[in-house]
């Protein structure tokens, strides 16, 4: 590898001023003990390391360490004699290396420090810090450079990195709708984007540097806001840390508006900042406040309705129940036998007045439901033993259609709280339903089990298929899905989901894969729900 720095001892030395000749041989040797030193630490440096003589106005290198070429590729072969300037890159010009070289021959400076942007073998470019000592000799002309090269180009990508971050992020800032807003450690304005200035009326000139919480808090809050600030500042903790929370804030004109303010918390060379996004919220409450209005004003329309059908019901109620009566009495034969002309007749009539008092009392119940005054009477009930009553009460109607019924009820579930008259009448309902468009000689399927936290009810039959599209609106009132022209109200499904969610429970429909459909209701096992 060439000479050694030890071998060049003498030019090395030979510009510094010289000891006297009556120096003992004891001081030569510690000067050779020093130059040893020295050359290992040069050729171990983790910095590349040159040495450049300077001869007849021209530098040319004679000696590089192993760094030198982890760093620019070259071997010391390679280079020795060589101009150090096939280091150069295309990015500094003419210029800069003459301002160097000037501080460099100047036996006043003798010295050159910067980052520069070099080149290696390969042509890649290589950041570095650059160090540049020369030595003069006794008539203070240059004779050697020792250049030290650190690389930062790692360094150099993480600031471009976060430079590329900064920038993007004042681009989002910017052009955010939402004021983009951060305080320091003491509470005073860093950042302030475009938003802000809209939303506040403030410009960024007007805020930055400035105390935030006393120009935009209202003053009845401010000693709120010292408190949560001062233990923020501390720990980058707080109750509104990382969550989004509905506030008031003045505008410059001294208006207060509402905001919804999102903070977070930054830690800035060991001090915490915040960072808030806040957004104008004055549309959106005014919405609010609207559609709180048109609620009102909708629940009580409803009321009105409901108590007007819920009157209505009842004064068609007892008429029927005495026309019911009558004709009854009629066909019993307690007022004079009648021909069966007059039977038939009374018969199909007496059906109209018993369809006419269903739907009357489904209307009632529809009416105290919305209108909530339904009163559940829980008490502690075994589900197995009431859908046994239910199914035993249905046998003849299954028996005059020809149905078959098959059943799975666990007998073992759990007994829970419930109102057991109106879940009877949930289940009666979902049975009635699955007879009425079963066909002859089909069946249906009842099923009851239970999990950890819930009893499940299943009734299921082999009639034609809903479609899955109509599963949204088969609960809705007054909705026949089927194109079946059956007698009924098209309020009981509606009557049932409404019952089940008294109980806390939920309702639902599936198919069975072209064996008909399932309507399936849970319970909470839970007394409280």
């Not at 003589?53 to 040319?60: N, T």
């Not at 009326?201 to 808090?217: A, P, T």
């Amino acid at each position: 590898m060439g000479f050694s720095i030890l071998e060049m001892g003498s030019p090395l030395l030979k510009g510094q001023k010289k000891t006297k000749k009556a120096a003992s041989k004891g001081k030569d040797s510690v000067s050779e003990e020093l130059l040893g030193i020295y050359a290992k630490g040069f050729e171990s440096s983790p910095n590349s390391m040159m040495i450049v003589a300077y001869k007849d106005g021209e530098p040319h290198i004679q000696h590089t360490n192993t760094s030198f070429t982890k760093y620019y590729g070259y071997t010391e072969k390679e280079v020795v004699g060589k101009n150090p300037s096939l280091l150069k890159s295309d990015l500094l010009d003419v210029n800069y290396y003459r301002k160097m070289w000037r501080a460099v021959l100047d036996p006043e400076v003798g010295y050159w420090h910067d980052e520069i942007v070099n080149k290696r073998k390969n042509g890649s470019l290589i950041h570095v810090i650059l160090f540049i000592n020369t030595l003069f000799d006794h008539n203070k002309k240059p004779i050697y450079f020792i250049a030290n090269h650190t690389d930062i180009s790692k360094r150099k990508e993480m600031e471009e990195a976060l430079r590329q971050s900064e920038d993007r992020f004042k681009s989002i800032s910017a052009s955010a709708n939402d004021a983009i807003i951060i305080i320091d450690n003491d509470g005073n304005v860093t950042l302030w984007n475009k938003a802000a200035e809209r939303i506040f009326g403030y410009s960024k000139e007007e805020m930055m540097g400035r105390y935030l919480h006393d120009i935009l808090v209202p003053q009845r809050y401010h000693e709120i806001f010292k408190k949560g600030f001062d233990a923020f500042k501390i720990s980058g903790k707080g109750p509104i840390i990382n969550k989004a929370i509905e506030l008031v804030a003045l505008k410059k004109d001294g208006r207060e508006f509402p905001i919804e303010l999102s903070l977070s918390a930054l830690q800035i060379k060991g001090q915490w900042n915040a960072i808030g996004i806040v957004r104008d919220i004055t549309e959106r409450k005014e919405f609010e406040e609207k559609l709180k209005k048109s609620n009102e004003e909708l629940k009580e329309i409803s009321d009105r309705k409901s108590a007007f059908v819920a009157n209505v019901s009842h004064e068609f109620k007892n008429p029927l129940i005495i026309i019911r009566e009558t004709m009854t009495i009629i066909l019993d034969g307690l007022l004079g036998e009648i021909n069966e002309k007059q039977k038939d007749f009374l018969e199909k009539g007496k059906k109209t007045v018993d369809r006419l008092m269903r739907l009357v009392l489904n209307l009632l119940d529809i009416a105290k439901i919305e209108s909530g005054k339904v009163e559940l009477h829980k008490k502690k009930t075994d589900m197995a033993s009431l859908s046994h009553d239910i199914l035993e009460s249905h046998k003849p109607s299954l028996a005059k259609k020809q149905i078959f019924i098959k059943t799975d009820i666990d007998d073992k579930t759990t007994p829970v709280w419930i109102d057991p008259d109106r879940i009877t009448e949930v289940i009666t309902n979902l049975m009635d339903n699955a007879i009425k468009y079963t066909p002859v000689n089909g069946h249906v399927f009842m099923k009851l089990s239970e999990t950890p936290s819930e009893i499940r009810f299943e009734i299921s039959n082999s009639g034609t298929e809903i479609d899955e599209k109509d599963f949204g609106k088969i609960f809705d009132k007054f909705e026949r899905i089927t194109s079946e022209r059956e007698e009924g109200t098209g309020l009981g499904l509606s009557i049932a989901k409404d019952i089940v969610e008294l109980h806390h429970g939920s309702i639902w429909i599936e198919n069975e894969r072209g064996k008909g459909n399932r309507f399936i209701f849970v319970l909470p096992k839970d007394p409280n729900k």
